[in-house]
DNA sequence: CTCCTTCATTTACAGTTGTAATCGATTAAT
DNA sequence: ATTAATCGATTACAACTGTAAATGAAGGAG
């Protein structure tokens, strides 16, 4: 399977990447309208971002004419995979459990997804821990935090 | 309640943060300390972070004699729902429930997670959709994804 | 063949971020 | 008291981001 590169994909490309991966093949005047209509851009402003993802090798250029087709050069699954991880990187990974019910609380879900996660979920209760140390402080765990009295 | 002001932490700052929100407060002596071992910074790094997030009023600085004792000037919990909410706003509202599954796979859960995330999950269950409608373009669904065809 | 339109490319520019040295004031040590 | 160590504040600086105008090249309209 091919490497996922460790991407870095910022919130104005994220736009961009978003419009190619849902049209898999477009044009600049497609992208430029969509995010004219969605984020009020400029043209010249979505020129820029399509600029400098093609110059990244996150977006891929196909000469047509005198013109281009834009594709997706990176996966979304990869980029969204990157994205968590980034997240879990930077909050302590005591978090991670509320933040993830929070998530579910919050978000629109489908049939298909509930058995996702009710799969995911299941493999997970074998081996679930009595405490998950804290990750922000390395060595012997400092932890003024109410509930991180048994974490060390 | 407190409204949770929309603060943008960057990479860094999380870093400094959560030393702060684990040992309630410090000194800058203690954040740099933390901060050469597990990150590798510069004391003078670590300062300029300091000073960053207590000019945005992320961090409290009390005086103590000549020097501050730093606390927190934002929520853990506030903080980390920012940071969810904003990879949420990046990736694909169809995306979302393969992302969370991904992360309980991923996560290191305690079985209190696993209860509250079991917890969260039931009480979609209700409520769970057919298809979820992809949000990356507005007005009507011009998606090509296979996974897609139902989003109209 | 000439002008307008359309793209892509180049340039602009301020604000943010990561990374750090230096300076200035103050305290602790000699 | 003089010196050395601290600590906060100021300055530095390049890369990255968001936002966009200007420019250049090439095709389409007339």
């Given at each position: 399977m091919?490497?996922?590169?460790?991407?870095?994909?910022?919130?104005?490309?994220?736009?961009?990447?978003?419009?190619?991966?849902?049209?898999e093949?477009?044009?600049?005047?497609?992208?430029?309208?969509?995010?004219?209509?969605?984020?009020?851009?400029?043209?010249?402003?979505?020129?820029?971002?399509?600029?400098?993802?093609?110059?990244?090798?996150?977006?891929?250029?196909?000469?047509?004419?005198?013109?281009?087709?834009?594709?997706?050069?990176?996966?979304?699954?990869?980029?969204?995979?990157?994205?968590?991880?980034?997240?879990?990187?930077?909050?302590?990974?005591?978090?991670?459990?509320?933040?993830?019910?929070?998530?579910?609380?919050?978000?629109?879900?489908?049939?298909?997804?509930?058995?996702l996660?009710?799969?995911?979920?299941?493999?997970?209760?074998?081996?679930?821990?009595?405490?998950?140390?804290?990750?922000?402080?390395?060595?012997?765990?400092?932890?003024?935090?109410?509930?991180?009295?048994?974490?060390?």
């Amino acid at each position: 399977m091919a490497v996922e590169e460790k991407v870095e994909i910022t919130d104005a490309e994220w736009e961009i990447m978003r419009v190619v991966w849902t049209l898999e093949q477009a044009t600049s005047k497609e992208i430029i309208e969509v995010l004219q209509e969605k984020k009020d851009w400029k043209p010249a402003t979505t020129k820029t971002f399509i600029g400098r993802l093609v110059k990244k090798g996150m977006l891929l250029a196909a000469p047509q004419g005198n013109k281009f087709i834009y594709s997706a050069g990176i996966s979304e699954e990869g980029s969204v995979k990157s994205a968590t991880d980034r997240l879990f990187g930077q909050i302590c990974s005591r978090a991670a459990g509320k933040t993830i019910a929070d998530m579910i609380s919050k978000a629109l879900l489908s049939h298909e997804d509930i058995q996702l996660l009710q799969a995911a979920l299941d493999a997970k209760k074998s081996e679930a821990v009595d405490t998950v140390p804290c990750n922000c402080i390395p060595g012997q765990c400092k932890c003024k935090k109410e509930h991180n009295i048994n974490c060390h």
